[in-house]
């Protein structure tokens, strides 16, 4: 069964820049995994950021950025604030189902 | 604008069944399919399938494929998901989403199925 990696934490200071990435245990992730990426806090639903890779929601903000990087697909965040500490979760589209990463946990300190 | 409303908690025995309603506005919803993922106390989330807003593909997760059923009632908007032989482990918060054939949007707030003896 397909596994999808992310990074288990990160920490960013705040205005500094991270990059999250998600990878495939099949192989380099391109276009066609077609990426989404997804911001988490506590108690809530998860949020849509970014999909198709690199495309933005009109509600997006737009310190958040998606590419595909090394094999992997890339979310980065330029210019931290304190309401982006989150999990963030990628979802790749391969085999013909949805799989999510394990998730991120973004710390701003 | 766009909205998911979900059904309340439920609290159920192991062996039993469950149903969860999302109640969808703002769209046309047969142009869009709905996706169901789940998240257990303090884990990640999980897709656990995607089935056509008019109610004729469907696309189950592996995990999912035999005791997990969705469908869809264009008359009423409503995507519904059912669960059946309800472990302990099938504790989690249940979601809709709105999937756009690249990408999921918008979510319904989330609803709690708890299985306890």
């Known amino acids: 069964q397909t596994v999808v990696t992310q990074e288990p934490s990160l920490t960013v200071s705040p205005g500094g820049t991270v990059t999250l990435t998600c990878a495939s245990s099949?192989?380099?992730?391109?276009?066609?995994?077609?990426p989404n990426w997804f911001q988490q806090k506590p108690g809530q639903a998860p949020r849509a950021l970014i999909y198709?890779?690199?495309r933005k929601h009109s509600w997006t903000p737009a310190r958040f950025s998606g590419s595909l990087l090394g094999g992997k697909a890339a979310l980065a965040l330029s210019g931290a604030q304190p309401e982006d500490e989150a999990e963030y979760y990628c979802l790749l589209y391969q085999g013909g189902a949805w799989v999510f990463g394990g998730g991120t946990k973004l710390t701003v300190l | 604008q766009v909205q998911l409303v979900q059904s309340g908690g439920e609290v159920k025995k192991p062996g039993a069944s469950v149903k969860v309603s999302c109640k969808a506005s703002g769209y046309t919803f047969s142009s869009y399919g709905i996706s169901w993922v789940r998240q257990a106390p303090g884990q990640g989330l999980e897709w656990m399938g995607w089935?056509?807003?008019?109610?004729?593909?469907?696309n189950y997760a592996q995990n999912f494929q035999g005791r997990f059923t969705m469908t869809t009632d264009t008359s009423t908007t409503t995507a519904y998901m059912e669960l059946r032989s309800l472990r302990s482990d099938d504790t989690a918060v249940y979601y809709c989403a709105r999937d756009e054939a690249f990408g999921v949007d918008y979510w319904g707030q989330g609803t709690l199925v708890t299985v306890s003896s």
């Open positions: 198709t890779t690199g």
């Open positions: 099949t192989g380099a992730v391109t276009s066609g995994y077609y």
């Open positions: 089935i056509s807003g008019d109610n004729v593909n469907t």
